[in-house]
Antibody, heavy 117, light 113 residues
């Protein structure tokens, strides 16, 4: 059974940093691209960033480019999102998702990030 | 403003058929990228409902179907049930100037009357 477990969320002040993690199990992690998707309270889904199986291809939404960095450690079956210069508008539930042929086939339960002073 | 456009809400009575549209452009759906659909029940993570425009993952009832034509796609739900009340999102890829990005529709809230 595929499991994706996000962690690292919390309350952080504007301008500070936070690092999210996603622990994967139940599948061969280094066979798949992975993504971070967020959902602000009461709002829709917003793609944040994606990374190919070997980290050779990485993409970011314009809203986070230059502030967020996605990475993965295939030896640890883990996906990360380093978030710097956080803003109030980054407040959201952050999901990690497994990509199969362009489809976000499996999702974690999310970790909540709240940016507030 | 989402790259893919969905109606904010649709509704139908139990047993009826509803459709949800997803309109894109020549840089996403019209460029040939597949469309996928997700169902998000209240308080839960999104769940894959339709992949590759019209394919159902194992376990998804055949009451759910998807189609794609030109720069648009549609999700149809027949024989509406109370448990179908949820938010539905379409997803594709977009080859914008800043690279290849995943894009979502703004979501459609389905109300079963």
């Amino acid at each position: 059974e595929v499991q994706l477990v996000e962690s690292g969320g919390g309350l952080v002040q504007p301008g500070r940093s936070l690092r999210l993690s996603c622990a994967a199990s139940g599948f061969t992690f280094d066979d798949y691209a992975m993504h971070w998707v967020r959902q602000a309270p009461g709002k829709g889904l917003e793609w944040v960033s994606g990374i190919s199986w070997n980290s050779g291809s990485i993409g970011y939404a314009d809203s986070v480019k230059g502030r967020f960095t996605i990475s993965r450690d295939n030896a640890k079956n883990s996906l990360y999102l380093q978030m710097n210069s956080l803003r109030a508008e980054d407040t959201a539930l952050y999901y990690c998702a497994k990509d199969r042929g362009g489809t976000l086939e499996d999702w974690g339960q999310g970790t909540l990030v709240t940016v507030s002073s | 403003q989402s790259v893919l456009t969905q109606p904010p809400s649709v509704s139908g009575a139990p047993g009826q058929r509803v459709t949800i549209s997803c309109t894109g452009s020549s840089s996403n759906i019209g460029a040939g990228y597949d469309v996928h659909w997700y169902q998000q029940l209240p308080g839960t993570a999104p769940k894959l409902l339709i992949y590759g425009n019209s394919n159902r993952p194992s376990g998804v009832p055949d009451r759910f179907s998807g189609s794609k034509s030109g720069t648009s796609a549609s999700l149809a739900i027949t024989g509406l049930q109370a448990e179908d009340e949820a938010d539905y999102y379409c997803q594709s890829y977009d080859s914008s100037l800043s690279g290849l990005h995943v894009v979502f529709g703004g979501g459609t809230k389905l109300t079963v009357l």
